[in-house]
């Protein structure tokens, strides 16, 4: 019944994502984000940056008068303490040194050409408030961050021409750092963010509704569907009613549609099967019988094209094996001797379907091979049929040796009642047997492609939905 063929490259399914015309291709590639990170992103964005304008707005505002009033309080402070101990006597000058240490953190202390000091910091602020003190005291003005190991801010003057340093609490001068501005920064942002994303869920949960409802009446469930009608906002509020009444349509759509279909059987068939029956009891010529019975029979395999397309979209997706709806397919062509199988299916496969589209696909293809993909010179179609599986999907390959089609024709194959070239539209037919599989690969969550074969015929790509392993 199947044969393993010998040119492998020809007949290995090759991923749907190196197909030329593969429209999925190209949307995967493309960077989708959704409306709520995007609206909050955007947001996100607007804060921030109105955030950072301020902070940079308020430092340059505040930046130099900040400097100039620091740098004021310390010269005041080094110029009253240099005012006090000149006209002190010497005497009581050890107790007002002893006081003003006690009671207003002052130390003045002796100058030696042996201490070591660190220099004031080296931020823009601190620089510019050394350079305050200096232009106020003079250009011997010495300002430092630490002598002798101690820590403090330090004025270096003089006092009737005696070196002293005088050591304030830094603290009382501090202005706000560079990590005091990033901790509010920070702070201020985190809660600009958090709001953002509340603001942006609020915005977008209508949407995402809708685009939830939508969904459900793309797969056929419209009872799922319904959208609050009652939205505080108003345009929301018409866009859910107006959905709400399309979906009731459409539910009445599909309702009568299935009413229809099931008519169609006995309005249809009925006739047909009392014709038959009386052509082949009334036609006493064999070749007119013949004629007539086979054009009854097209009749009746043109409605089932029919209702096969018709067919309401939701279905059911299980865990099918597909080399054994691949050997069911096959069991009914076997006995045509206008027909070759060579099948390279592992066993093991299993992929998520219907086994009856999946078997309903398989058929179609191998129909559309036998009526369309004969080869010229054996006038036999010779079918290649191979899957295995990529990531996380199953490729099948169904494949004739015909004359192919015009490739400017191949987008056009599946649409309904399309007829290609002459080269394969000699049989008669309904023209809906690519418009069924490509239809029932898209209700069963995979993908179809058509392509013309370097080796000549044309080949169906399948993708279909891996089953997990339990």
């Given amino acids: 019944m199947s044969d393993l063929s010998d040119a492998a490259d020809a007949t290995s399914p090759a991923p749907l994502e190196m197909l030329p015309n593969n429209k999925s291709h190209l949307s995967r590639q493309m960077v989708v984000v959704s409306l709520f990170w995007r609206t909050f992103f955007l947001l996100a964005a607007l804060l921030m940056g109105s955030m950072l304008a301020w902070l940079l707005t308020l430092r340059a505002l505040d930046f130099t008068p900040r400097a100039i009033q620091t740098a004021q309080q310390i010269a005041s402070q080094v110029n009253l303490s240099r005012a006090a101990l000149m006209h002190v006597d ?60 101690v820590e403090g801010l330090w004025v270096g003057f003089q006092i009737n021409g005696d070196s002293n340093w005088l050591q304030l ?49 793309r797969e056929g469930d419209f009872d799922a569907s319904h959208l ?42 009925t006739p047909l099967a009392r014709l038959r029956l009386e052509t082949e009891m009334s036609v006493a010529d064999n070749d007119a019988r013949e004629h007539m ?16 397309y018709a067919r309401p979209g939701h279905v059911e997706l299980k865990t099918v094996s597909l080399n054994e ?8 062509v076997l006995e045509y001797e206008d027909m070759r199988i060579h099948l390279t299916v592992d066993e093991q496969l299993v992929v998520m379907a219907d086994e009856v589209e999946l078997g ?16 010229p010179e054996s006038g036999i179609a010779v079918v290649d049929i191979a899957a295995k599986s ?18 400017e024709q191949l987008a056009s194959l599946a649409k309904p009642f399309f007829r290609g070239d002459a080269a394969r539209t000699a049989a008669t037919g309904a023209g809906l047997g690519l418009s069924i599989v490509d239809k029932a690969i898209q209700r069963m969550g995979g993908e ?17 939905q891996r089953a997990p392993k339990t």
């Avoid at 009608?229 to 009613?241: K, S």
Wanted: neutral net charge; aromatic residues 6%.
């Fill in 325 to 332: 709806v691949i050997e069911s397919c096959l069991y009914s």
């Fill in 390 to 407: 990529h990531e996380d999907w199953v490729l099948l390959k169904v494949r004739d040796h015909g004359l192919g089609v015009d490739p």
């Fill in 293 to 308: 019975v086979a054009d009854i029979e097209q009749l009746d395999a043109i409605i089932d094209k029919f209702l096969d």
């Fill in 228 to 269: 609050d009608e009652r939205g505080v906002t108003g345009e929301i509020r018409e866009v859910n009613i107006g959905f709400n009444r399309m979906a009731q349509k459409l539910a009445k759509i599909e309702q009568d549609r299935v009413v229809m279909l099931a008519g169609i059987s006995h309005d249809l068939r």
């Fill in 90 to 149: 010497p005497i009581a000058r050890i107790s007002l040194i002893k006081t003003m240490a006690e009671q207003d953190g002052v130390r003045i202390l002796p100058r030696e050409p042996t201490d070591q000091y660190l220099p004031f910091d080296h931020d823009a602020l601190s620089e510019r408030i050394a350079e305050e003190l200096k232009a106020i005291l003079g250009p011997a003005t010495v300002v430092a961050r630490s002598v002798n190991r």
């Fill in 169 to 217: 609490d830094r603290e009382r001068f501090n202005p706000g750092s560079s990590k005091t501005w990033l901790i509010w920064l920070l702070t201020i942002g985190g809660l600009s963010l958090t709001g953002a994303a509340l603001i942006a869920r609020l915005i977008n949960r209508p949407l995402k509704q809708l685009s939830f409802a939508t969904s459900r009446v």
């Fill in 448 to 464: 179809f492609e058509l392509t013309n074969t370097a080796s000549g015929g044309l080949a169906a790509h399948i993708k279909l």
């Fill in 360 to 375: 309903r696909v398989i058929s179609n293809l191998l129909e559309n091979a036998r009526r369309y993909g004969k080869s």
